[in-house]
């Protein structure tokens, strides 16, 4: 007998990682988002009944969790209706991956809940339908690290490729207390860049593969140049070049915008390095007088999984 209830836990996600727009993510220890899905007896029907932590549409074709759900329901036959509660730790619009979080939180409960069996990866094209609602794209690097954990290559044809993690990484994450929204912040980028920016932008790509595969995370840092997107972000994200000095005088190894912002990663090589940066930040923080989060965490090799 299949539950009438099932509570998952996705978490938030790291995407470009600064050498792969739209290709390169990584799933987060923490923080995440608490899906609750109930099945009912409407069949096609999905209802979002509830968010906590956020203030975002409750009308189904307009959240990107029940937009995603109702593709794979359809898709399954419709056997049945669900109702959602969500409960958010992931700002929407700090770019961690929040819509992501929602959209791959969704299609793994339905998933489970129906015991319809299929994988990760067969589940992403759903998540894309409710990726897309938010950011007017379907690029995977958030919502396919949600579903399978880890560090994910999205390549522009086939399925989704884990990547070994650099084990060594403490990941300070700083969230300045503003939203700037995805498809907003792919307004700014140009339709063209120079031939030589991007050849060299695959050879750091090939260096940071080449490092995870190696093991060694501090050369996996070393390689996270940034040619295509993040010159043309960097003015988008408060205080940007004095969080970068900050965090690199601190003792991070790299860093640079997480997702399309405003968020920011910064890469240390042990907890106490990690503590450090992340002190070192709020200060900076509350010296410019900006609200902000801060979280250290790690990448993490679990995706959406059940909680309950
Ligand atoms: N690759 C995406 C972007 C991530 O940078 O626009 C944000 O969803």
Redesign the pocket.
């Known amino acids: 007998m299949e539950p009438a209830k099932i509570s998952v836990w996705t978490p938030a996600t790291l ?2 990682i600064n050498v792969g ?2 290709g390169l993510g990584c799933a987060l220890s923490a923080p995440g988002e608490t899906l609750i899905m109930h099945r009912n007896a409407h069949r096609g029907s999905v209802c979002i009944r509830s968010i906590e932590g956020a203030n975002l549409p409750l009308e189904t074709d307009m959240n990107v969790a029940s937009v995603a759900a109702k593709s794979l329901l359809q898709t399954l036959g419709n056997p049945c209706g669900i109702d959602i509660d969500i409960i958010k730790e992931i700002k929407p619009g700090s770019g961690i991956g929040s819509s992501a979080a929602s959209a791959a939180g969704a299609v793994f409960a339905l998933n489970e809940l129906l015991d319809a069996g299929l994988r990760p990866d067969e589940l992403l094209p759903f998540a894309l339908d409710g990726e897309a609602l938010a ?1 007017g794209s379907r ?1 995977a ?2 919502v396919a690290p949600a579903l399978m954990g880890g560090l994910v290559l999205c390549p522009p044809e086939g399925a989704p490729m884990a990547i070994p993690i650099p084990s060594d990484w403490h990941l300070v994450i700083l969230h300045p207390d503003c939203v700037i929204r ?1 498809e907003e ?2 307004q700014v980028l140009p339709l063209e860049v120079p031939f030589r920016d991007a050849a060299d932008q695959a050879r750091w790509m090939g260096v940071f593969m080449a490092a995870c595969h190696r093991g060694d995370g501090m050369l996996a840092a070393f390689a996270l140049e940034d040619l295509l ?1 993040g010159p043309f972000r960097i003015p988008l994200i408060p205080h940007f070049d004095a969080v970068r000095r900050v965090a690199l005088e601190h003792g991070a190894r790299a860093g640079g915008i997480s ?2 912002g405003p968020s920011t990663f910064w890469i240390a090589r042990t907890q106490e390095e990690c503590a450090q940066v992340a002190s070192a930040l709020k200060t900076l923080m509350k010296s410019v007088n900006m609200d902000f989060d801060v979280h250290q965490t790690r990448i993490s090799h679990q995706g959406s999984r059940v909680i309950q």
């Open positions: 995407a470009n727009f739209d950011s690029h690097d958030n995805t912040a792919r997107a997702g399309s």
